[in-house]
């Protein structure tokens, strides 16, 4: 069992940044991928990034590419997301998630892949 949690949301200005933290409870956490889901109103939850069980390859939504950079600290049972550039259509509930797969890799982009999810964090980007 994996638990994880997310923090680092809140209310930012359009070009403002924000640090989301995924930390996640389980000794195996660092054996599988991870990846960062959002889901705005009235939206269906989409694939935001990806990274790799050893960190080695990553991969971004083409909405949040150049702007957002995922990354992980294995020993900390941490993955992180660095925001940057935020723009208002980046609003959305944000959820990080393992992938069902031992050993998962970055390309990993469908919700139906990952077997763990945190409760969410609010990312708010006001114009």
């Known amino acids: 069992q994996v638990q994880l949690v997310e923090s680092g949301g809140g209310l930012v200005q359009a070009g403002g940044s924000l640090r989301l933290s995924c930390t996640a409870s389980g000794r195996t956490f660092s054996q599988y991928g991870v990846g960062w889901f959002r889901q705005a109103p009235g939206k269906e939850r989409e694939f935001v990034a990806a990274?790799?069980?050893?960190?080695?390859?990553?991969n971004y939504a083409d909405s949040v590419k150049g702007r957002f950079t995922i990354s992980r600290d294995n020993a900390r049972n941490s993955v992180y997301l660095q925001m940057n550039s935020l723009k208002p259509e980046d609003t959305a509930v944000y959820y990080c998630?393992?992938?069902?797969?031992?050993?998962?890799?970055?390309?990993?982009?469908?919700?139906?892949?990952?077997?763990?999810w945190g409760q969410g964090t609010q990312v708010t980007v006001s114009s």
């Open positions: 998630a393992s992938t069902r797969t031992l050993f998962g890799g970055a390309y990993h982009i469908r919700t139906a892949e990952y077997g763990y």
């Open positions: 990274i790799s069980w050893s960190g080695a390859n990553v």
